[in-house]
């Protein structure tokens, strides 16, 4: 079945800095991927839509500036939270529709920690 | 309203028994609906799609959508306590070039041993 790859599972950081996950589509191409955030005991809310080769788009209240996203290749989305704070300090996950498939693929998570 | 709504529980119900989750959904025209199961500290998982009005079985799991009234559920017979977990109701919204899913704040199920 369709395999979304998501690196790293988890990562701290300090204050201040930027952090970079990558989500891959290991055995098809995925024009399109989702980038959710879940804060515990909460759902995945939706931050944006990345599309190969344009701008991603943007879901109302998400700082694009702040989260940037790049849909490089038919296979990789990489998510950049800039400036990191501890506010951000949330499980980030990437999915992607199989175009052959009956639902959406979710990549393991990123568990970003910010101190 | 919200687009998707769920219990968010904890429903407890004992091993053998059957759980019954339960979601609406707010747009008339929504075509897409999807179950998906979360453990603890995990991504989601699909335990099951469903597009048309009826009921649709995979194994233990029996998917129930009624566009007249808006509601979608999940039937899970047998409940084994690795069932445990949270259900998450997920819908795409109509309008949505991109066909993003938009997910309930999910039902958390408790299955006792």
């Known amino acids: 079945g369709a395999v979304v790859s998501q690196h790293p599972s988890w990562v701290i950081c300090k204050s201040g800095t930027s952090v970079k996950i990558e989500c891959r589509s290991l055995d098809f191409q995925a024009t399109t991927m989702f980038w959710y955030r879940q804060f515990p005991k909460q759902s995945l809310m939706l931050m944006a839509t990345?599309?190969?080769?344009?701008?991603?788009?943007?879901e109302q209240g998400v700082e694009k500036d702040k989260f940037l996203i790049n849909h490089a290749s038919l296979t990789l989305s990489t998510l950049t939270v800039t400036s990191a704070h501890p506010e951000d300090s949330s499980f980030y996950i990437c999915?992607?529709?199989?175009?052959?498939?009956?639902?959406?693929?979710f990549g393991s998570g990123t568990r970003l920690t910010v101190v | 309203q919200k687009e998707v709504e769920q219990n968010s529980g904890p429903l407890s119900v004992p091993e053998g028994a059957i759980a019954s989750l339960n979601c609406t959904y707010s747009?008339?025209?929504?075509?897409?609906f999807f179950w998906y199961r979360q453990y603890s500290g995990k991504s989601p998982e699909l335990i099951m799609s469903i597009y048309s009005n009826g009921d649709k079985e995979d194994g233990r799991f029996t998917a129930q959508l009624n566009k007249a009234s808006q509601y979608v559920s999940l039937l899970i017979r047998d409940s084994q306590p690795s069932d445990s977990a949270t259900y998450l109701c997920a819908v795409i919204p109509p309008g949505t070039g991109f066909q993003k899913l938009v997910f309930g704040t999910g039902t958390r199920l408790l299955v006792s041993p």
């Open positions: 990345s599309n190969e080769g344009s701008k991603a788009t943007y």
């Open positions: 999915s992607a529709r199989d175009q052959g498939g009956s639902g959406y693929t």
């Open positions: 747009d008339r025209v929504s075509q897409s």
